[in-house]
């Protein structure tokens, strides 16, 4: 048995996935030390966006490839600021009245991200939002605002790592986020 053409297929296999954007291992593979994410600093009067923005971030340096583990055996520590959240009216039902309005929720964060305790990179005023109804049970609608106040949270994180993984990486400080 000739073994060039079973070499050749597998070479044309590798270029045709790696084209489609496929690939081996983890999505930054310069990445190879823990990071750290301590619990996120809450600057607003919703004590539920202290674990909310601190899971979402979690969650998404770990959809990333990264791996999260304690302070003193991380390489990198992401500090995360939640600084503001607004909501406003952006629809109302069959009435004027507040309690049937559609209500936006936004989030806005900032990270700070060391490595051996030096500054690397800052993302600031990045924001997430979501929206949920206010109208119903008082006790479901206070439920649908937390799930919202979550749900932007973890759209805010998502969008304040953009870039970020490049950096811990080993890549250029992108500064601003988005």
Do not use: W
């Not at 050749?8 to 750290?36: K, N, Q």
């Not at 909310?52 to 003193?72: I, W």
């Not at 605002?145 to 749900?151: K, L, S």
């Amino acid at each position: 048995m000739n073994a060039r053409p079973t070499i050749l297929t597998l070479l044309t296999l590798c270029a045709t996935l790696t084209a489609c954007g496929y690939r081996l291992g983890p999505a930054t593979p310069g990445l190879t030390m823990p990071v750290a994410v301590p619990l996120v600093d809450n600057q607003t009067a919703e004590p539920e966006l202290t674990s909310g923005c601190t899971e979402a971030l979690v969650a998404q340096l770990r959809s990333e490839g990264a791996t999260v583990g304690d302070r003193q055996d991380a390489g990198v520590v992401i500090e995360g600021v939640v600084r503001s959240v607004e909501e406003r009216v952006v629809a109302f039902g069959d009435t004027t009245a507040a309690r049937s309005a559609q209500v936006e929720v936004t989030v806005v964060v900032q990270l700070f991200v060391t490595r051996e305790g030096q500054p690397v990179a800052e993302v600031r005023d990045v924001s997430g939002a979501s929206a949920y109804a206010r109208s119903g049970d008082p006790l479901e609608v206070s439920t649908r605002q937390r799930v919202a106040q979550r749900e932007a949270c973890g759209e805010a994180m998502a969008n304040a790592t953009v870039g970020l993984m490049d950096v811990l990486a080993g890549g250029e400080d992108h500064g601003e986020g988005k």
